[in-house]
């Protein structure tokens, strides 16, 4: 199939590959990856960059057979690695079986996203790379190899996320916990005074905290808590503090509440309510462009002040930003690597002349927070800032060279990046 008109799932990127594969078989991935000169992984194409793109061949993992196999005794999964994460959270549900956490969007790729550090929300989550247990990964030669903790050199926090440099990936081995239930409320317009004065409690106060803001004066247009309910009740109390309850399902953005997993304080499965969206559910028309900063919780209410004058620049743009927390992982190159983390994470309409002109302003204001780029989402960093933000970049750079000499996996987002 040739990739002329073909783009990311949000439409502002048309893919140069010349051709994309869809092997069926691992032995069918090793044959191609031996036997092609230059290729690129690709997911499910959520990615907001260039980081899945390449001038040459795509190889898709979504044809191989879908795996799912628990080992209870070590309470592992092990998955395909095109499988999206509404397959695995159905399958492991359906097993008595969960992951501790998942991003907003059920239709991502395991691979796809365990590549590039994607997180959800909690201030213990780290993100989903951190779940790896081990990865088996077809190399330049086409040899498969398994990468996990006893593996020398620190290889499994370097392949966490590898930003598809290291290999393809075909399985992946994850951590799973005895399945939970969740249930999510809602408040809106939460006074800024509030969310600045109360940020630390706030977020603190369930499993799985997500405050919207729009920078104005709305203060939080929504306070998403999830609380797992085999813990503690919240405490903190978002009325006295200037919110009110939500009184039906609210949508982030601008489309229907349909599309939200259930709120209003509904217990489900994990499976149902960690994600904000509905599997069955497309979120959004796909018209919008993500960028993402990770940096130090410590610095969190610093930044969002930092940001709050570009309120009239985003006022046109902005359909949602949300903030987060994310635990700290020990991928070499997650976003919220070594550090209680906080996303703040800007969905734009899809403007791309606009959006690449805000997103310089939001790099300026957050610039003395070490922030850190979301390597799935547009950015303005320079190869320089991101070596400066991204401490380990340099060795993760130099195993790259040493797995792949020629530079196989080596497209212009990672020629540029590892330079
Ligand atoms: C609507 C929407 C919601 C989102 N929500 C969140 C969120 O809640 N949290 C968050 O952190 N991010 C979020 N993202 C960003 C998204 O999770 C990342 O961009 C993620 O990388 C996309 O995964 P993908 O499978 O689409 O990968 P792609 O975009 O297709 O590829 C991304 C990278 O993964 C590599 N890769 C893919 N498969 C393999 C493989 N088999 N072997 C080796 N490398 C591979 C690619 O080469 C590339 O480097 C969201 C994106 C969208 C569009």
């Keep these: ?75 592992v999964v092990r998955v395909a690695a095109g499988m999206v994460h509404s397959q695995v959270a159905a399958g492991l549900e359906a097993r008595g079986w969960a992951l501790a956490n998942l991003a907003s969007l059920p239709h991502i790729s395991t691979a796809g996203a365990v590549a590039t550090g994607t997180h959800g929300s909690g201030i213990r989550n780290p993100s989903l790379a951190q779940a790896v247990v081990g990865l088996e990964v ?47 409320t809602v408040h809106l317009d939460l006074p800024w005074d509030a969310v600045v004065t109360h940020f630390d409690e706030v977020m603190a106060d369930a499993y799985s905290v997500s405050v ?47 599309g939200v997993t259930e709120q209003g304080g509904v217990p489900g499965p994990w499976s149902e309510r960690l994600p904000h969206f509905r599997s069955s559910f497309t979120p959004s028309t796909g018209a919008e462009i993500q960028a993402e900063y990770l940096l130090p919780a410590s610095s969190a209410v610093d930044a969002l002040q930092a940001l709050r004058p570009l309120r009239s620049l985003f006022a046109p743009l902005l359909i949602a930003a949300e903030v987060r927390t994310v635990a700290p992982d020990t991928a070499w190159l997650a976003p919220s690597s070594g550090r209680q983390s906080v996303g703040i994470h800007f969905t734009f309409r899809r403007d791309a002349d606009a959006v690449a002109a805000a997103v310089l302003r939001i790099e300026e204001a957050l610039a003395p927070f070490d922030a850190r780029p979301h390597w799935g989402k547009v950015s303005a960093a320079s190869a320089e800032r991101l070596h400066e933000v991204y401490p380990r970049l340099d060795a993760f750079a130099a195993v790259a060279r040493d797995l792949d000499p020629t530079g196989k996996f080596r497209n212009e987002f990672l020629a540029r990046v590892l330079s």
């Design 138 to 184: 077809v190399r330049a030669s086409g040899d498969v190899a398994w990468v996990d903790a006893t593996t020398p050199d620190g290889a499994l926090d370097a392949h966490r996320v590898a930003l598809g440099a290291l290999g393809v990936v075909t399985a992946v081995e994850l951590a799973v916990e005895p399945t939970f239930q969740v249930a999510t």
């Design 212 to 258: 919207f803001t729009s920078f104005d004066d709305r203060g939080a247009r929504q306070v998403w808590v999830k609380r797992r309910v085999d813990e503690a009740a919240p405490a903190v109390d978002l009325v006295a503090l200037g919110a009110r309850p939500a009184t039906g399902p609210v949508h982030p953005g601008e489309n229907d509440p349909a």
């Design 1 to 75: 199939m040739t990739a002329a008109t073909r783009t990311n799932w949000a439409g502002n990127v048309t893919y140069r590959a010349s051709e994309l594969v869809s092997p069926t078989s691992v032995d069918e991935v090793r044959r191609i990856v031996a036997g092609t000169p230059r290729l690129t992984a690709l997911g499910s194409t959520h990615s907001f960059n260039r980081i899945a793109d390449t001038d040459a061949v795509q190889v898709s993992l979504a044809g191989l057979p879908p795996q799912l196999e628990i080992d209870t005794d070590r309470r």
